[in-house]
């Protein structure tokens, strides 16, 4: 039997990769992508990778000084992705193992999966006893709080790079330009595409039910966190109410808090997120959580890594796409007839392109010594 790697060291880079295209929406406009790269080197020669979307490059410095901290911590003990969140739990006891913490938590436990998968020279969804099939994923890049008319443009442009499904985001001033926006995108991209949309929790109980009600029956495939994620009650309420289903689930931090969630019945389907559920092992969870309640599950961002986490979900539903990372990764993954289908090579399958991370970087893990 093999000895169980043991981590050698934890690195990290913050880069901040320009959006091909911006994201506008209710909370914030987002051109730039902050994206902190893990690298979990073991004493085996081997790396795991990981990456985390900080949303502002200050969270992903905060994220940093974390990883230095779990690298002096973990240094010279078990790689195995049980023993690695034990220890990081009993660290961030007293800070809290939420928001950043546990942003850099699931970042390395996808890591720790990586490396795992790379030593064991298989793909990471055979790892987890799923097949490399293909995953429907729809584009959600960009289409933010533009005008109908720029809205109905992008959309087409959205489609046109290969997609049988768009997401728009919802929560402008007024609820009659959100309308007009939602006819003019659904006009622009035909019966046979499908629309999702998302108001990022832009609305009031009151508001929501109102914005909802006007919206049902205009060809939406779901609306997404209508309201403050955590306000199980409300979504609750407008599942029971409206004809197009409720989305939500990226806020989950962790799976006890998906659990409540389902058992208060407070959406139509579900969408976790890697970094936020607790990277592959939270996913897991999650994905089992999901398959109990028989309800369809989608993945929130990461699609190089929730390719291989959606093929192994048993209520497997869409796939998250942007292409946020493209631009610092050797071989970003492609889109064919509007399916992502998990690359047929050790681990994740994500190599960062050294040229290009030169390029974009702020700072190291290096830099911080």
């Not at 108001?199 to 779901?222: H, I, K, T």
Request: proline residues 5%; contains cysteine.
């Amino acid at each position: 039997m093999s000895t169980a790697p043991k981590v050698h060291a934890i690195e990290a880079t913050l880069v901040v990769v320009p959006m091909r295209r911006a994201l506008g929406t209710s909370a914030m406009r987002i051109t730039e992508a902050p994206l902190l790269l893990i690298d979990l080197r073991t004493d085996q020669g081997i790396t795991g990778r990981a990456y985390l979307f900080c949303y502002v490059p200050a969270a992903g410095e905060a994220a940093l000084a974390l990883v230095r901290d779990a690298d002096r911590m973990l240094a010279g003990t078990s790689a195995a992705p049980a023993d690695v969140r034990r220890s990081l739990d009993a660290r961030f006891r007293l800070l809290g193992a939420r928001g950043i913490a546990s942003m850099v938590m699931a970042g390395i436990d996808v890591a720790c999966w990586d490396a795992l998968a790379i030593a064991a020279e298989m793909p990471l969804a055979r790892l987890l006893g799923a097949p490399l099939k293909p995953v429907a994923a729809y584009n959600s890049n960009g289409l933010g709080l533009l005008d109908a008319q720029a809205a109905a443009d992008e959309a087409q442009a959205l489609v046109a790079e290969g997609f049988h499904a768009i997401k728009m985001r919802l929560g402008r001033a007024s609820p009659k330009d959100d309308l007009a926006a939602v006819r003019a995108v659904r006009a622009a991209i035909g019966d046979d595409i499908a629309l999702m949309s998302d108001f990022n929790q832009a609305l009031s109980p009151s508001a929501a039910r109102e914005r909802c009600l006007q919206l049902d029956g205009e060809g939406l495939y779901w609306i997404e966190e209508p309201v403050a994620h955590d306000d199980y009650a409300t979504t609750h309420a407008l599942a029971s109410l409206l004809r197009t289903p409720v989305q939500i689930g990226e806020n989950f931090q962790g799976p006890r808090a998906m659990a409540q969630a389902l058992s208060q019945r407070a959406s139509d389907l579900v969408m976790p997120d890697l970094e936020r559920i607790g990277g592959v092992t939270g996913w897991m969870a999650a994905a089992a959580l999901a398959d109990a309640a028989r309800i369809e599950c989608s993945s929130h961002l990461f699609h190089e890594v929730s390719a291989h986490l959606m093929a192994a979900t048993p209520t497997a539903h869409w796939l998250e796409y942007v292409d946020w990372a493209d631009a610092i990764l050797q071989e970003p993954l492609k889109v064919t007839d509007g399916f992502v289908t998990p690359p047929d090579r050790p681990g994740h399958g994500m190599a960062w392109d050294a040229d290009a991370v030169k390029r974009y970087a702020r700072y190291s893990t290096e830099s911080l010594r």
